[in-house]
């Protein structure tokens, strides 16, 4: 039997499946990391400072629950927190979760948001309903962009979201033998997203449209938000997962390395108006090669998916995108 092609995308990792729901407006939604039957490990990091979650104590190394069944990165700030009741809804209706009792599961639902309220006050953000849609969505293949909880993503709020450029949603994976390393970024950052080589890819505009350089704006003093005087709502979010086998406390690990990644990246990152966090995630199936090669891959990985982030958002009118940019 031929092996089917490497897709490097998060279900790189055999198992795990995701699925978006965008609100029709294209300003908000949320996208659900599905576990295989039987749950995964898992564990995160936070690193910002203004984080939007639910469920985490299920993720300490010390807890009683040994695996989650999904997890849900959305929209909405803690509003949206509300669709992970759907992603549970879903789950329990197939018999997956925590038994306890022989009729009867607790799925296990750790979820995490951003901010992209908008500031007209409407009452826009994901629902139990939308978190059912996206696992109902879920599959291998994954939209990257403007999708799911990427489709509200704006990056270089710095001076005001009027500055601002789009952010969104990416994915990428790698293979090593048999180990899978694979992420998916969610970026909605107050900073900016560099490339490779240390320049910034989409962030905070200047005159012309020229890149700021938020992190030097900063630095020097610079007023923050612009107009508003007030945060405009921020937060990167990650999900790093592997077929390795790694206990909670290699996960816990291997989540502040995707943050590391991530923090060379984003400047700057983790900050007092960002909630950043980052999820990791096993399914056990395989032995790593080395204590540090799992950490190793994702080190590649977790750039790659926060690049394809910003490079695949389109723009709107009040935020270009790259894809508008390079598909020209």
């Not at 639910?54 to 010390?62: M, N, S």
């Not at 978190?131 to 001076?159: D, H």
């Not at 979010?237 to 206990?247: E, G, H, I, Y």
């Not at 056990?284 to 990985?301: N, R």
Request: proline share 5%; charged share 20%; aromatic share 4%.
């Amino acid at each position: 039997m031929s092996t089917p092609p490497f897709t490097p995308a998060l279900p790189a990792v055999t198992g795990i499946t995701v699925g978006h729901w965008t609100h029709a407006s294209g300003g908000t939604g949320c996208t659900v990391v599905l576990a295989p039957h039987g749950g995964m490990r898992a564990a995160a990091a936070i690193r910002g400072r203004a984080t939007g979650t639910r469920e985490f104590d299920a993720l300490t190394a010390r807890h009683l629950v040994p695996h989650v069944d999904a997890l849900l990165l959305t929209g909405g700030s803690a509003y949206g927190l509300g669709a992970a009741d759907g992603v549970m809804r879903w789950l329990r209706e197939r018999g997956r979760g925590l038994p306890v009792s022989p009729a009867q599961v607790v799925p296990i639902v750790p979820a995490a948001v951003i901010f992209d309220l908008p500031a007209d006050g409407s009452a826009r953000w994901p629902r139990a309903d939308d978190g059912f849609a996206a696992c109902e969505a879920a599959g291998a293949g994954v939209a990257e962009g403007s999708v799911g909880a990427g489709a509200g993503a704006t990056v270089g709020k710095v001076t005001g979201l009027e500055h601002a450029m789009k952010g969104g949603l990416g994915t990428w994976a790698a293979r090593a033998g048999d180990v899978v390393v694979a992420a998916l970024v969610v970026v909605n950052a107050l900073g900016d997203v560099r490339d490779a080589r240390g320049e910034i890819l989409a962030g905070a505009r200047g005159e012309g449209g020229r890149p700021r350089d938020a992190q030097a704006y900063l630095a020097a003093g610079g007023p923050l938000f612009g107009r508003m005087a007030q945060a405009t709502g921020n937060t990167t979010l990650a999900v790093v997962a592997t077929n390795a086998r790694l206990d909670r406390v290699g996960l816990e690990e291997l989540a502040r390395v995707g943050n590391d990644s991530l923090a060379r990246r984003i400047t700057p990152y983790g900050t007092l108006f960002d909630g950043d966090v980052c999820f990791a995630a096993s399914t056990a199936q395989v032995d790593a090669a080395s204590l540090l090669q799992v950490e190793a891959l994702a080190g590649q990985v977790v750039p790659m998916a926060l690049e394809r982030a910003v490079r695949l958002a389109r723009g709107t009118p009040a935020a270009p995108g790259l894809a508008d940019r390079e598909n020209r």
